[in-house]
């Protein structure tokens, strides 16, 4: 098996840009993952492992055989190595280099009577993570976002997600395209802004319908409001007039679970 104990090896220095830069994960097409769940989440989910780097002191090589096939090149790395690349102050002590998948919305595969949740030009890594894992406790059966601000593959939403970034069906486009999308395909969406809008709760999403959620600073762009089958509001009894984004997705997710029986 091939070992790495030093940082300074141009490979290990590749895989620090993964994680530092989004144009790097672009041209080579590659991320890295963090940790055993991750990893497993991302196999589960179809994404194609090029790499697995681990720590001997923290996982077996019974714990690695599980993951592995003989296309996936596994190398032991040293804890200065190991150190260098992990993005958590937690450490599991293993890490996979992974090939980015397409996020064309043409690749979505829905059902007939699809639930889908768009978020528009959010930019907290953090807050696409903790969306992601609402939309995967609920099943959503796909998520897309709408000029993206952020890199999807950038470590921090990786982590933030606890791998709900693999097991989420997603797809990309420009607010353009994506309603488009939805018009094409009969979806209802229904869009979360404070102009002329009605209680979110009086709807009904038991049809193909998506909702949508832009930024708690500027919420979503015009367009959004002028096509919407309905703008919807969460009713605020507080001093407030905004929550975060994905409290405020989680809401409406649930509600329309709530309206389908939980089905």
């Known amino acids: 098996m091939k070992q790495i104990t030093s940082s300074q090896n141009p490979f290990i220095k590749s895989l620090m840009q993964l994680q530092e830069k ?3 994960r672009k041209q080579s ?64 002590g293993i890490l996979a280099v992974a090939k980015t998948k397409s996020l064309q919305l043409s690749d979505l595969k829905l059902p ?13 890594p953090g807050n696409i993570g903790a969306v992601l894992r609402t939309c995967d406790a609920a099943n959503v059966d796909a998520v897309i976002i709408a000029n993206p601000k952020t890199d999807l593959y950038n470590p921090n939403i990786v982590r933030s997600s606890v791998g709900c970034l693999f097991t989420n069906q997603i797809a990309t486009g420009s607010t353009e395209e994506v309603i ?13 802004t ?32 002028d096509k919407a089958t309905q703008n919807i509001i969460i009713p605020m009894q507080g001093e407030i007039d905004s929550m975060n984004v994905s409290v405020a997705a989680a809401i409406l997710i649930f509600e329309a679970k709530r309206q389908r029986g939980f089905h």
């Open 112 to 124: 007939k009577n699809p639930l889908i949740l768009v978020m528009e030009a959010i930019e907290k």
């Open 22 to 24: 989004a144009k790097a």
């Open 180 to 192: 488009d999308f939805l018009i094409k395909n009969n979806i209802n969406f229904y869009s979360a």
């Open 194 to 225: 404070l102009q002329n809008s009605t209680a979110y709760h009086t709807q009904n999403y038991t049809t193909p319908s998506a909702l949508v959620v832009g930024t708690e600073a500027t919420g979503l762009s015009q367009l959004w409001r």
């Open 29 to 92: 097409g590659t991320f890295l993952i963090e940790g055993m769940r991750e990893i497993e989440l991302a196999i589960k989910g179809n994404y194609e492992l090029e790499t697995i780097l681990f720590l001997p002191e923290l996982v077996t090589s019974q714990q690695i055989t599980k993951l592995t096939h003989n296309q996936i090149e596994v190398i032991e790395i040293s804890k200065e190595v190991y150190q260098k690349l992990a993005y958590r102050d937690t450490t599991e």
